[in-house]
């Protein structure tokens, strides 16, 4: 059993930037793919951004929602277990629960979809005032 713990949220105005983190209690962490999702109020739960699994050399791949493609940047640290997004240029529509998702991974793979993960966080919230 894995174990995700976000730390990172808040509330801020818009137009600033918000690094999220995501712990994971694992020694392999370098196997596994990571992902961020979020829930605004009201709405289902929605994919924002993921990276791969290290591969040789620590190459790793990332994909990006539409929405964020360009504000947002995830990065993973393997030596610490962490996972991050960068949050740049907030918009009040950015404002959500933030969740860290992983799943084991042997391959450059990213995975979009909530599904596709076996290991949640219990998320953090992000909440952007205009």
């Known amino acids: 059993q894995v174990q995700l713990v976000e730390s990172g949220g808040g509330l801020v105005q818009a137009g600033v930037s918000l690094r999220l983190s995501c712990a994971a209690s694992t020694r392999t962490f370098s196997n596994y793919a990571m992902g961020w999702f979020r829930q605004a109020p009201g709405k289902e739960r929605a994919f924002v951004a993921a990276?791969?699994?290290?591969?040789?050399?620590?190459?790793?791949?990332?994909d990006y929602a539409d929405s964020v493609r360009g504000r947002f940047a995830i990065s993973r640290d393997n030596a610490k277990n962490t996972v991050y997004l960068r949050m740049n240029s907030l918009k009040s529509e950015d404002t959500a629960v933030y969740y860290c998702?992983?799943?084991?991974?042997?391959?450059?793979?990213?995975?979009?979809?909530?599904?596709?993960?076996?290991?949640w966080g219990q998320g953090t919230q992000v909440t952007v005032s205009s």
């Open positions: 998702a992983g799943r084991w991974s042997d391959t450059g793979a990213v995975f979009p979809l909530a599904t596709q993960y076996t290991y």
């Open positions: 990276i791969s699994a290290s591969g040789k050399d620590n190459a790793v791949y990332a």
